[in-house]
């Protein structure tokens, strides 16, 4: 269903090396990119994560409910994810935990602000 989702960097180099080292922890790697935009994936006819400059130029500013999420696998993924964005620089939006009786999560802000969230789901 999904293709891939875009969110907008102000440093294309160091949300580069964020990306590579965060995404190579779940076996995604970049597939694709131009000056601009770098695609991450496992393949290209899977979902797929780009940032990007903004086309316009503009700054890039990340909605307000907007979110990436990442699926951990189980809670020790979720929280080797988590502790990977800290290391690599992401701010802390709240530490792995159970938040309902399904979800176990945990989130982080990159650099620019874009929301992740890292998570194990049980339905």
């Known amino acids: ?65 907007t979110m990436m999420s990442f699926s951990g696998g189980d809670k020790e993924g979720v929280a080797r994810l988590y502790n990977k964005a800290i290391e690599l620089g992401a701010t802390d939006e709240g530490e792995p935990g159970q938040r309902t009786d399904f979800f176990y999560g945990a ?3 990159d650099a620019d602000g874009n929301k992740l969230c890292f998570y194990e789901m049980s339905l």
């Open 1 to 65: 269903m999904l293709g891939y989702a875009t969110i907008g960097v102000t440093d294309m180099a160091k949300a580069e090396a964020f990306y590579n080292a965060l995404l190579g922890e779940l076996g995604a790697k970049q597939l694709m990119g131009m000056d601009r935009i770098k695609f991450y994936g496992t393949s290209a006819d899977a979902p797929m994560l780009a940032i990007c400059i903004p086309y316009d130029k503009e700054d890039p500013h990340p909605g307000n409910g």
């Open 107 to 109: 989130y982080v802000r």
